[in-house]
């Protein structure tokens, strides 16, 4: 077994591997997998399918790829969007989690999101990221 592993990692030296663009091709290919269990139109199938297909190969492509130059600049532009997506998942997450004890508001000068406390009245709220300050009615 210890002998599959170094030949398998001798044939990888020099190529690029996986990355966030790749992991987030993975996760795409999951949805569509099982968006396509509930699908019961055979030529909306044979399109996903395809789609699936596509997405496989341009997954291997760019894991087994030696160009590593061309293959960190695609994931450099698409890091970006990634993080804005996954910022975006997490706010909401801290949003629901923290629902009782704080209130998320934005600083209307920078648009930052502020966490305050949930307590009723008028607050000052003093941005730590422009400096700020504005009345908040909770």
Known sequence: MRGLFNRFANFMQGRYGTDKLNNALWVLLLILWFVNIFVWNRVARYIIDGI???????????MFSRNIVARSAENRKFLPIYNAVT???KLT????????????IKCP???AQLRV????????????KCGSEFNKKI
Do not use: S
């Not at 699936?52 to 760019?62: E, G, K, P, S």
């Open 93 to 104: 997450f801290k949003k629901i989690r923290d629902r009782k004890e704080y209130r998320y």
């Open 52 to 62: 699936m297909l596509l997405i496989i190969v341009l997954i291997c492509f760019r």
């Open 109 to 111: 000068v920078c648009k």
């Open 117 to 128: 406390r949930n307590k009723k009245g008028n607050h000052t709220v003093r941005c730590p």
């Open 87 to 89: 910022g975006w998942f």
